[in-house]
């Protein structure tokens, strides 16, 4: 049985190195997942504690803001994490957000007013940017075979996220009311009052711990960069395969017609300072583009290191790269608007992201709202619990009907029908 297991994964190329990067991954993702859905169940009760005189009509209005700047952050983090991606490499941008997002949940556990709180979701938002980036180690990991079984691993793991991340977080917030604890230590029933919605915010910088931990111990780098490797081959090494030489060596003999066509047309030969300078800093960018490919063979095969003076050669190139890199990104921007296929799909995706958050915070704010004004008027942990059953009613539709709704082309009208079902079953 055992053996026959063994020869099934083997055959879908699921090996130690693959399983790794499952690991590494399915924690890395669920951490960014379970930022996302920790706060709703006390995103009332925190706002009210901080905004003791407003009334209980506009309460939701802040709470709101509050979920607005974390998504607000989050625009603006996953074009800046993605570009530092392409250049520094999957495994360390990815480490560095997860260790932002543990030091802004940190600060928010000990958040002192409503402007703090804002600050620090967006930058905690900021932060959390990197699911695109997943989705890209998956893919440059895995082959025909195997990618259905790795993407299949980040829904489960944003699904698990959305599961405990509510009903923890209803359990552990406010405990000092929540459960009529008498605490011996002053010490810690001081710090519990003064900071009721702190063990939340702890509980999600210990889990980004863990994601950053299993990201640095067990992702390896999956960015191959070839257009670099192209450029200087033979200064790399010199035992590459034979057409990959011959490329080199017909793009080395191409250049040097070239430059004896110009010399034959008269060009002075004698250099004017202009040029002696420009030839100057392209010999700089070829030592820089030599000594970052040796680092990318380096850390392919696992000999690679972060020393002072690499981290300085990859932010110099960074920063000689990054106006032509927003000009290029612009440029695509604008060719991407202009196609009318990819305006329908984003436009598709926005209408579902909007529905998809909104009915999420809808949920939670209407849970919390006082029975007068037309709520239901629930604790933090009832509303943990609700939380958590609509997001466990979305397993089976996510795992099992999704995928044969995406064969049938209706998966927004789906989509629509399973949200109002849940809530639907939720409310009733």
Wanted: hydrophobic share 45%; proline share 4%.
């Amino acid at each position: 049985m055992a053996v026959s297991l063994r020869s099934r994964l083997a055959r879908l190329g699921v090996n130690r190195r693959f399983t790794k990067i499952y690991a590494a991954t399915f924690l890395g993702y669920m951490s960014n997942g379970y930022s996302v859905t920790m706060v709703f169940p006390f995103l009332s009760a925190t706002t009210k504690f901080f905004l003791p005189d407003t009334d209980a009509a506009s309460i939701n209005t802040y709470a709101g803001f509050i979920v607005a700047a974390f998504f607000a952050g989050r625009i603006l983090g996953s074009y800046l994490w993605g570009a530092l991606a392409d250049h520094f490499g999957r495994k360390p941008v990815i480490a560095v957000s997860i260790s932002l997002m543990a030091l802004c949940s940190l600060v928010l556990a000990f958040s002192v007013n409503y402007e703090m709180v804002i600050v620090f979701r967006t930058l905690l938002g900021l932060s959390n940017g990197v699911l695109v980036i997943f989705r890209a180690v998956i893919s440059e990991s895995s082959t025909d075979a195997n990618q259905t079984i790795g993407f299949s691993m980040l829904t489960c793991s944003w699904l698990l996220s959305a599961v405990a991340g509510p009903l923890l977080s209803g359990l552990t917030a406010d405990p000092i009311t929540q459960y009529n604890l008498t605490l011996s230590d002053g010490a810690v029933k001081s710090l519990l009052t003064q900071f009721p919605y702190s063990p939340p915010y702890l509980l999600n910088s210990l889990v980004c711990v863990i994601g950053t931990l299993a990201v640095i111990f067990l992702l390896p780098e999956t960015l191959e960069k070839k257009s670099k490797q192209k450029k200087v081959i033979s200064a790399v090494d010199p035992g590459l395969h034979s057409q990959q030489q011959e490329v080199a060596l017909v793009n080395s003999d191409e250049a040097s017609i070239a430059n004896g066509a110009a010399t034959c047309n008269g060009t002075d030969n004698a250099s004017s300072p202009d040029e002696h300078s420009a030839n100057s800093h392209e010999d700089s960018d070829q030592s820089h583009l030599i000594a970052e490919t040796r680092n990318d063979e380096l850390q392919k095969n696992g000999d690679f290191q972060w020393n002072a003076e690499t981290c300085a050669t990859k932010i110099k190139s960074f920063m000689d790269r990054a106006p032509a890199d927003v000009r290029r990104w612009l440029a695509d921007m604008k060719s991407l608007l202009w196609s009318r296929t990819i305006l329908i799909i984003f436009s598709a995706h926005c209408l579902f992201a909007v529905f998809d958050t909104g009915s999420d915070t809808l949920v939670a704010l209407w849970c919390a709202t006082p029975l007068p004004l037309g709520g239901l008027d629930f604790t933090v942990n009832d509303i943990g619990i609700t939380s958590t059953l609509v997001s466990a009613i979305s397993w089976p539709f996510n795992l099992f009907l999704y995928p044969l709704v995406c064969v049938l082309c209706v998966c927004m009208c789906v989509h629509v029908f399973v949200y109002i079902f849940e809530h639907v079953c939720i409310c009733v």
